[in-house]
């Protein structure tokens, strides 16, 4: 049985559409993360404020006086916290982005990550370990050999496996 994402993905903090850039910015400081989610009255996901319209927004200095709504991003990435993890790799790569919203009934959940992804789907295993384990499922194998595929996992895929000496 496949890890749904529902036991690897993170809380958010979300912002109004009248809330200030400045307090988006403030968020995104606080949080470490590259964007902000934007939730309507009932709690609804409605956008995302992307890190790099909060740059913009400081380096013309109206972030202070800017609200939120004005520069939304409105199209966002979305998956249901059933979603299994391998389906997620998948995805990320397909839409290239580094992370995706978890709605459930139109409320985030919460967001994933690539980190949070390859670190659920490799637990800390070499490549190695994880072509046996695709190996072994195969509803799993065509989505994760397609996510290991990219140009970023090839130093990985052409690793050698590693011999742990101990020395006495």
């Not at 400045?22 to 964007?35: G, I, K, P």
């Not at 009255?41 to 992307?50: A, K, S, Y």
């Amino acid at each position: 049985m496949s890890t749904s994402v529902r036991r690897v993905m993170n809380p958010v903090s979300t912002l109004s559409m009248t809330s200030t850039v400045d307090r988006a910015l403030h968020v995104l400081v606080a949080d470490r993360v590259d964007s902000v989610y934007i939730t309507d009255d009932t709690g609804c996901l409605v956008g995302i404020l992307p890190d790099y319209e909060i740059l913009k927004s400081v380096l013309a200095g109206t972030h202070t006086t800017q609200i939120v709504g004005e520069i939304v991003t409105r199209h966002i990435q979305t998956i249901p916290p059933d979603t299994p993890v391998y389906q997620i790799a998948a995805r990320l790569r397909e839409w290239r982005t580094q992370s995706l919203a978890v709605v459930e009934d139109g409320r985030i959940l919460g967001r994933v990550t690539r980190s949070e992804v390859l670190e659920s789907l490799t637990h800390g295993q070499t490549d190695q370990t994880i072509r046996c384990d695709i190996d072994e499922d195969e509803d799993e194998e065509p989505v994760l050999r397609s996510a290991l595929a990219g140009p970023r996992f090839a130093r990985l895929r052409n690793q050698q496996p590693q011999r742990t000496v101990e020395l006495g």
